[in-house]
């Protein structure tokens, strides 16, 4: 698989406004110094507690955030900051899905009117005919009956709304779509609807995904490799399998322990994580998650560590290496 996104030392700061002197009170520190890639046709969830900065990497990835420095590139040309035309290429390419599917669809046009917009501004279709035939098989894709397309979105469930605002994100037949905890707000038999319809249209097409979620169960059935990010840095990086079967972070693996099991005996073994994120306007110093970890040493309080590899495709940031049930700990080599 050929690299179709890169990250390279992406940060977003948000200075507050100033106080009465002029002086800026404070900055939320959102994402800091976060460098990944995406294949083509690959998933790449971005996982971690609300604040962790994942949706503002969402964003920035899409050009709805300035970043404060670092790059995106798109098969290795530069393309944040693009204004015009350039960016109206790169938005035919790269499209989002929302948590509400009314972020991207106007409750008063029909399903038609909304699917129209991004044919006609990206030069797909015009004619009538041709926008007809063209909707109809947006909406066949996305498991909807061609004549969805008269209704308007009040008319349909929510998870059916989700899968017009799906169809919609596909109109300009883009290479990446950033999901933005697409399915959170969906029951779960819904859920897992939409995320093998995002699964099947994945295969069908070699379209990339980028899926944002705090839902580790979802991600698991979904994706092909992990970012978890804690207070704007990611922390462990992974194939899923190896992610889910051999966590080396220890705000990962408290995630995974977070995640709802039937059985009672794995229910024991869990480790539960304490505490909530800190202030992203204020972030510990250090390893950030140092002021909720079990392990955390004067070395954690002070040295920051950096994202290092444990195996193939495996990176986390942690100084020590912890054995799976926190008996051994030892320097990282
Ligand atoms: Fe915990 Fe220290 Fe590792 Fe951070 S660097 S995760 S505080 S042991």
């Given amino acids: 698989m050929s690299a179709?996104?890169?990250?390279?030392?992406?940060?977003?700061?948000?200075?507050?406004?100033?106080?009465?002197?002029?002086?800026?009170?404070?900055?939320?520190?959102?994402?800091?110094?976060?460098?990944?890639?995406?294949?083509?046709?690959?998933?790449?969830?971005?996982?971690?507690?609300?604040?962790?900065?994942?949706?503002?990497?969402?964003?920035?990835?899409?050009?709805?955030?300035?970043?404060?420095?670092?790059?995106?590139?798109?098969?290795?040309?530069?393309?944040?900051?693009?204004?015009?035309?350039?960016?109206?290429?790169?938005?035919?390419?790269?499209?989002?899905?929302?948590?509400?599917?009314?972020?991207?669809?106007?409750?008063?046009?029909?399903?038609?009117?909304?699917?129209?917009?991004?044919?006609?501004?990206?030069?797909?279709?015009?004619?009538?005919a041709e926008l007809e035939r063209q909707i109809g098989d947006l909406l066949q894709q996305v498991g909807l009956p061609r004549d969805a397309a008269h209704r308007y979105p009040h008319e349909f469930s929510g998870g059916q709304r989700q899968r017009i605002a799906i169809a919609r994100a596909l109109a300009p037949r883009p290479d990446l779509i950033v999901c933005d905890e697409a399915v959170s707000a969906l029951d779960v038999s819904v859920k897992a609807q939409v995320v093998n319809l995002l699964g099947d249209i994945q295969k069908a097409t070699g379209l990339s995904l980028v899926f944002i979620s705090h839902d580790l169960a979802i991600v698991e059935h979904l994706t092909h490799r992990v970012a978890v990010m804690y207070l704007g840095r990611v922390v462990e990086l992974a194939e899923r399998r190896a992610l889910f079967g051999d966590a080396r972070h220890p705000y990962t693996r408290a995630l995974i322990s977070a995640v709802p099991v039937p059985d009672p005996k794995v229910r024991k073994t869990r480790t539960m994580l304490k505490g909530d994120v800190p202030s992203p306007l204020r972030p510990p110093s250090g390893c950030r998650f140092h002021t909720r970890c079990p392990f955390a040493t004067e070395t954690c309080r002070a040295v920051t560590p950096a994202l290092r590899p444990v195996a193939e495709g495996h990176k986390v940031a942690c100084h020590f290496d912890i054995s799976p049930d926190g008996t051994q700990v030892r320097d990282a080599a």
């Fill in 4 to 128: 179709l996104l890169d990250l390279r030392g992406l940060t977003k700061h948000f200075p507050l406004s100033p106080d009465l002197f002029g002086r800026p009170k404070a900055t939320v520190h959102a994402l800091d110094d976060v460098s990944l890639s995406l294949a083509r046709g690959e998933t790449l969830s971005i996982v971690g507690e609300s604040g962790c900065g994942k949706s503002t990497l969402g964003k920035a990835i899409v050009q709805l955030q300035v970043p404060t420095a670092g790059d995106i590139l798109l098969e290795g040309a530069r393309v944040n900051g693009q204004r015009g035309a350039a960016l109206k290429a790169f938005r035919k390419r790269v499209q989002m899905v929302f948590q509400d599917p009314y972020s991207s669809l106007n409750p008063r046009l029909t399903v038609f009117d909304s699917l129209a917009e991004p044919l006609r501004n990206f030069g797909i279709a015009h004619a009538r």
